[in-house]
């Protein structure tokens, strides 16, 4: 980016925070999610260190967080409130770990962890035992006098308790600090009440609660539903707090609510162990939290550590992985899926979001391109959440610079130069009616090998496509003529290597009819539907010739389905290569009923069985009828459990009083 170009950057970036922070702030809506505003505050950061000549007062990065507001007395805090740098990964975890251990060699560290609860800080300052004061955090130094609105809060003691261990905290001056949350449900409830009521509704409970904080007619507060947590005590001496965990057993016996779950671990490695735990298990927390506070346990070589910018060295926060961020669309191409279908597909910056770079993200179709207004160049928001794959949320308009392309369609497939068509005017998706297009080729016969398929091992995109550039195979059916020392002329392959292919190929000549069906890649035809037409129709040859009628007869066939079907027969091509599967001996089995036995079951599979892979469980239950869940619900019948099990589905079955049986019960079942 040259300098004119970065200069244009900066000030449509701080314009675009800037109106996210007006709405979110003043109108109380969301224009984007905070995620993706991070996202771009880091990108302004970043352009304003490479162009520090650009960097404006007004700008987002140059906030002093926490003026006193008019109104509110400002009180100077008797220590700094500080706030924590944020880690990301264990590596990071490690070197700061290792900067600890270079400061304060030999000494055994122990790490304090806590839930990082998303609220406002508050400090509380009780003298003889008596709240006098609570101080909202303003900007570290001086915050603002909130004791009126923060006495009406029933998780805040008027007195500290008297316990005889800890009744030192009673006289003199001890402060209390942690955070006012307001829980996840209750922020709901407000919500809807206040769509009942036509009034504008809150951003997220965070803001609510800093919002409410900052009333200055305490009955509001009164009013609604806030919760302190305590994570700090302080003693004007603070030896005579020892270690954070200490401070928690303390705080509790003085009369405050304090994270159950928090926990002293002795390394790096049980602290990730924690994270782990905890990172899908926040959900059922009842406040938000994006990450974990990581604190040296010992109070005094937390002390000693000291201060770096506005951080204490001796804390981090472990932050998750973030599920949006913002990148540029760098192109857009079409892929031609295996069915044929044109794909619009955007090419990215590459950029980290929960967990792992995304260079490319689905655009679904043309229609969906025009909708959201994706253009070649757009900054855009994308989002991924664990395996899903990642989208594109929406363009960030506001940063354009002109120089934006609008995406065509292309009129023919890129690959072989046919003519896209849609199958039917109502159509949204393109496809390349071209069945011997080579786009479609590698992806119909890794489909065909694929587990749920032919299920071969060894012949994923990589062989396939090193096969097939080796003119060694040109479709599904050729891979069954291969020979070890065809293979050994690859460079991809070594003796065993070789034999184990063609051996994991050889054994697969007889398929199921189900399987061999799916395999085939028919449009519409899911591992379902082609368990159900093979169910009913029993051979490859009574499929081949059915009719619509006849088909779309069949529960769970609609006509959409059943026109794919004869589509497919019809083609002369088709009709070729099942000769040739036929000619080579590969052909699939004929159905045998077995009597349809979990008819309207469902059967979710945890752990690993030790008599049949996950995907041999599922067949069986599908041919016997029944249907095999990804996850436990409602309507699940039973939940097998073999060895090693996941923990949720278990506590998630037996919520729901669903049956769980071990492997020999299902072995049984299904004989
Ligand atoms: S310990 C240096 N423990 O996170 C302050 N803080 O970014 C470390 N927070 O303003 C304090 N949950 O208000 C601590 N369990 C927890 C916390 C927590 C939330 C807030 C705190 C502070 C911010 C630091």
């Given at each position: 980016m040259n300098k004119a170009n970065a200069k244009d950057r900066i000030k449509k970036l701080k314009d675009l925070i800037n109106d996210y922070r007006y709405h979110y702030h003043v109108l109380n809506e969301s224009i984007m999610s905070e995620e993706a505003a991070d996202s771009l505050k880091h990108e302004l950061s970043q352009l304003e260190s490479d162009y520090p000549e650009f960097i404006t007062p007004d700008s987002p990065t140059q906030r002093v967080a926490g003026a006193v507001l008019p109104?509110?007395?400002?009180?100077?805090?008797?220590?700094?409130?500080?706030?924590?740098?944020?880690?990301?990964?264990?590596?990071?975890?490690?070197?700061?770990?290792?900067?600890?251990?270079?400061?304060?060699?030999?000494?055994?560290?122990?790490?304090?962890?806590?839930?990082?609860?998303?609220?406002?800080?508050?400090?509380?300052?009780?003298?003889?035992?008596?709240?006098?004061?609570?101080?909202?955090?303003?900007?570290?130094?001086?915050?603002?006098?909130?004791?009126?609105?923060?006495?009406?809060?029933?998780?805040?003691?008027?007195?500290?308790?008297?316990?005889?261990?800890?009744?030192?905290?009673?006289?003199?001056?001890?402060?209390?600090?942690?955070?006012?949350?307001?829980?996840?449900?209750?922020?709901?409830?407000?919500?809807?009440?206040?769509?009942?009521?036509?009034?504008?509704?809150f951003a997220n409970p965070r803001n609510t609660a800093a919002g409410t904080i900052r009333q200055l007619d305490p009955s509001l507060v009164a009013n609604r539903p806030l919760h302190f947590r305590a994570y700090d005590l302080l003693r004007q001496d603070i030896s005579e707090v020892p270690t954070y965990e200490y401070a928690y057993k303390a705080l509790s016996a003085l009369g405050f609510s304090t994270n159950f779950m928090a926990t002293v671990f002795k390394g790096i490695v049980e602290v990730m162990g924690f994270a782990n735990e905890w990172e899908e298990k926040r959900q059922t927390l009842e406040f938000n939290t994006d990450g974990l506070v990581v604190k040296v346990n010992d109070r005094l070589l937390y002390e000693r550590l000291g201060v770096a910018g506005k951080a204490p060295r001796g804390a981090v926060a472990y932050k998750y992985a973030a599920e949006q961020a913002t990148t540029k669309v760098k192109d857009i191409f079409i892929s031609i899926g295996r069915t044929g279908t044109a794909t619009p597909v955007a090419v990215l910056d590459p950029v980290l979001i929960a967990?792992?770079?995304?260079?490319?993200?689905?655009?679904?179709?043309?229609?969906?391109?025009?909708?959201?207004?994706?253009?070649?160049?757009?900054?855009?928001?994308?989002?991924?959440?664990?395996?899903?794959?990642?989208?594109?949320?929406?363009?960030?308009?506001?940063?354009?610079?002109?120089?934006?392309?609008?995406?065509?369609?292309?009129?023919?497939?890129?690959?072989?130069?046919?003519?896209?068509?849609?199958?039917?005017?109502?159509?949204?998706?393109?496809?390349?009616?071209?069945?011997?297009?080579?786009?479609?080729?590698?992806?119909?016969?890794e489909h065909f090998a694929s587990?749920?398929?032919?299920?071969?091992?060894?012949l994923g995109e990589k062989n396939v496509i090193a096969l097939l550039d080796a003119g060694l195979i040109t479709d599904a059916a050729d891979i069954y003529k291969l020979t070890p020392e065809q293979l050994l002329g690859l460079e991809r392959f070594a003796e065993i290597s070789a034999n184990k292919l063609v051996n994991s190929i050889q054994a697969k000549k007889s398929p199921s009819?189900?399987?061999?069906?799916?395999?085939?890649?028919?449009?519409?035809?899911?591992?379902?539907?082609?368990?159900?037409?093979?169910?009913?129709?029993?051979?490859?040859?009574?499929?081949?010739?059915?009719?619509?009628?006849?088909?779309?007869?069949?529960?769970?066939?609609?006509?959409?389905?059943?026109?794919?079907?004869?589509?497919?027969?019809?083609?002369?091509r088709h009709q070729k290569l099942l000769q040739k599967f036929k000619d080579l001996g590969v052909w699939p089995k004929k159905v045998r009923h077995t009597g349809g036995k979990f008819k309207r079951m469902n059967f979710v599979l945890t752990g690993t069985l030790s008599t049949m892979s996950r995907e041999e469980a599922a067949e069986k239950i599908r041919t016997r009828g029944g249907t095999f869940q990804s996850s436990v619900g409602r309507d699940t019948s039973y939940l097998v459990v073999g060895d090693n099990p996941g923990g949720s589905k278990i506590a998630k079955a037996s919520k729901l009083n669903t049956p769980i049986i071990e492997e020999d019960e299902f072995l049984a079942m299904l004989d």
């Open positions: 109104g509110f007395t400002a009180i100077e805090h008797s220590r700094r409130m500080l706030s924590l740098n944020d880690v990301f990964t264990i590596e990071e975890m490690r070197a700061w770990e290792n900067r600890i251990r270079k400061l304060e060699p030999g000494s055994s560290l122990e790490f304090f962890t806590d839930i990082k609860m998303d609220g406002l800080a508050c400090a509380l300052v009780y003298e003889d035992g008596i709240l006098r004061r609570g101080v909202t955090r303003g900007d570290g130094f001086v915050g603002e006098d909130v004791t009126a609105n923060i006495r009406t809060m029933e998780s805040i003691p008027l007195s500290l308790r008297n316990v005889m261990k800890y009744s030192m905290f009673l006289s003199g001056y001890t402060e209390v600090r942690g955070e006012i949350v307001m829980y996840k449900k209750d922020f709901a409830r407000l919500n809807e009440e206040r769509g009942r009521a036509g009034l504008p509704l967990g792992s770079t995304v260079q490319m993200a689905t655009l679904h179709n043309e229609s969906e391109v025009k909708k959201k207004d994706i253009r070649i160049g757009d900054s855009v928001i994308v989002h991924k959440a664990g395996d899903i794959i990642p989208e594109v949320v929406e363009p960030l308009t506001k940063l354009r610079t002109g120089k934006e392309k609008v995406f065509r369609m292309p009129k023919n497939c890129p690959e072989c130069g046919t003519v896209l068509i849609k199958q039917k005017k109502a159509d949204v998706a393109w496809r390349c009616p071209n069945t011997a297009c080579p786009s479609r080729a590698w992806k119909l016969i587990k749920e398929a032919l299920d071969i091992d060894g009819l189900a399987r061999f069906l799916y395999g085939l890649g028919i449009r519409h035809i899911g591992v379902q539907t082609a368990i159900d037409l093979a169910s009913h129709f029993r051979t490859i040859e009574a499929i081949s010739t059915a009719n619509i009628d006849q088909l779309a007869s069949i529960d769970g066939i609609g006509e959409i389905v059943a026109e794919a079907v004869v589509e497919y027969f019809a083609e002369t």
